[in-house]
């Protein structure tokens, strides 16, 4: 084996551990014996690797080497980059995809020689690879806070138009909606029965028969996640009635009913699918901290969707990818931020993105919201419904009253507008009627047959908390220094559909367009599936935190000031040194790894080494115990490879960037890769 020096091995160790590599020195340095030898010793260890040159003569230094422009088949380099994507799509010959997609990496010698448009080729090329290579089908659940759903679209169907997508819709009574209520219904043994429309009327009919007592109805819990700093899997939900199952039982459930329901609606239309042949994407809020999203992820397996199945999509990004794809909608141009307010029912998710020359997104401010959604103004009417009523009567209410009042109020929420109308009415339960005696509202509230009429100013008073918080939200990305030329706003959820809530953005920011595409509540579910099957839509992301690991180092009286200190084998140590990987605000392009970092076991027979991770909103943490750090949870790494051999050590690389943090952990003896895993639920 040919020896490298030290900064070799560094190169070589960079090309193992997946990162792209430019190797630059002037000739004679050693270029060519550091790739010689880096791509036999990847050999080796099982990997695929192609080496290429951009022209012929550099390739023949090697024995194997072609030109790239042949090895990704860009043909003689007379197509624009549509007309040669859709020749190796329609080609018979499938060589070129099939050896890009077996390729673990790819060498190009004389790199500095290629144009900027052989390179924009063959990344567009690869993006497609993966994109032909993918599963048959992309399913994605919404499985939101208030209501749920989900759509589909086959590969093929999305290789010839991108928004040929098909969005369930849900029948109850004689009404066809695009999603469900989220209410999960379960027996008094804890054994799922029903969902949706049904679970609200079959658990109706249950207390109407007074039977109800011992089962569990689930609704509008997803917020139970939001910001819980102990989530973990014995994490409890409570019930309507205030009994308690595990969270992870109930969101498994939902998930588990719309991933059978999408199943059954496949063997209705299409044959022989099976659930292995789909990708499956579950949208969760942008917001969403590491173990929530964790949490659903595990949801899911609970539910039967293996993780190399399943994707995480972040809700407000899946709608910038569906709305690039509305023809005539938003005449946005590239390199121009516009910003995404998902305003759902619990969430109200805000990021802006920017579309780059290659058409992917690149976003440019972390994704920012709260608890301001569509409940919200729910929550303001009930508080108005205790003043009129009182506590005793409103919770006398039986379940079918429940019910027909929450039908009744998000009614209401679609029919109120900014001006115009001087009142509204809603029809109220029977028993609300008789106990009617207002004196809390003289004049404002009047009750006409079976409704209530409500003074309008009153009616739009319940939208304003929520109304003034996004607003402020918005305001605060506004003044970024990075966003002063934002001119667009996208509006999508179901509650984005509300007029005031659209008027009161655009009376405060009169220089912004609101745009609210016409399936504004659906562009999440549609764009998740676009998503499925071209991930690398989205290029870029935000990093939301710094994130780091707690180390321990010898004691600097210089540095540790302010530090804790440990005594080990007589020698002094700093602990809980906030070792920073990644820094808040930075902009990563998707699959980014850190720089590796090196960690030794202390023991000689150590198996394995825990890294606690931590994440903090400001730049430059000391210690981990810094005001603001927050523990996320550990990293176990395998080093039981090498066990009682000396100066062992584990190189660790943090996959940032993506919609999940990943860690990778490779045995610098063995050269074995660990895929050690981010425990984020650790409580
Ligand atoms: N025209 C409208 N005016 C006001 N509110 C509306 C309108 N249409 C729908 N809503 C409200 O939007 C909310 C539902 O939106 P959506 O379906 O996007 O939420 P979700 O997916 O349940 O929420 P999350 O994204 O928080 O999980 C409900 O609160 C509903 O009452």
Redesign the pocket.
Known sequence: MTVLNDEQQRAFALMASGHNVAILRQAGTGKTMLVREGVKRLRERGKCVTVTASTGMAARQYKDATTVHHWAGLLDGRYDNKELLSRIRASEDQSIVERIKTADSLVIDEISMISSKTFEQNSDIAGLVSEMSSKIAVAAI????????YAFSLRSDFQKKPTAIQLHRWSFGNVSY??VP?SILFDEFRNFHSFGFEAEQNYAKLAAAGTHKDWYLFRKF??ALYRNESLGESTTLKDTSGKTMQAIDVFAAGIAYLKNHLMKTFSMSIVFMEEGDIHWIL?V?AIWDDSAKQFVRKSANKAGIVDEHLTLAL?PEAAAVYCQHIPDLIPIPVGSPFMVL????????VTVHTITANGTLKELHKPTGGDW???K??DAFYEFLLEVFGMAVVRSLTEQDKLELQGS??EL??K?VPSGKLSYTITIPICLIEKFDNVSYLGRVKLVGDKLKIDAVLVKSF?DASVKSILSCVQKILDHSRLTDLRHVIM??????????KDGLQMRFPNLQIIRPVDA?TA?LKGSVIYGHRPQSIGWRVMKFTYGVSVCSKYDEEKHKDGVLRCFDGVLKCVGIFDKYIEVDEILQVGYKTHERYYTPTLLNQAECELSTFCTGSKNPQYVTDIGCKELGKITLSMADSIGQKDRHVRVNMILGDTELKVEAIDAQTGKLYNAAFDFMQH
């Open positions: 919404d499985f939101g806070t208030t209501y749920s759903g695009n999603k989220t997803k917020m949208t809020p809700e998902d305003c759902g029912g619990g969430t109200v998710d959604g569509g409940i103004v729910d109020l998000d929420k679609r109120v939208f999508v959820g179901g509650y984005s559909d509300s007029d005031i809530l509540a999440i």
